[in-house]
């Protein structure tokens, strides 16, 4: 194997790593935006002082 082949097998390991973690970093957002867009839906329902872990640990129930 020459260097030139070994610095390609780098290159490759490296745009595929970094592809990863832009592809997890999105997710991630995708995922955050949706969970605050549907607390934001159901925070008026909640009485006041009410923790929305409560009422999601409740609804696991």
């Known amino acids: 194997m020459t260097w030139e082949q070994?610095?390609?097998a780098s290159a490759k390991a490296n745009?595929?790593?970094a592809?990863?973690?832009?592809t997890?970093?999105?997710?991630?957002?995708?995922i955050?935006?949706?969970?605050?867009q549907s607390t934001s839906i159901f925070t008026p329902?909640?009485?006041d002082?009410?923790?929305?872990y409560e009422f999601?640990?409740?609804l696991q129930r």
């Open 15 to 17: 745009i595929q790593h």
């Open 6 to 8: 070994v610095l390609d």
């Open 32 to 36: 955050r935006r949706l969970f605050y």
């Open 56 to 58: 999601l640990h409740r």
């Open 49 to 52: 002082g009410f923790l929305l």
């Open 19 to 22: 592809a990863t973690k832009v």
């Open 24 to 30: 997890n970093r999105d997710y991630l957002s995708s």
């Open 45 to 47: 329902l909640l009485p």
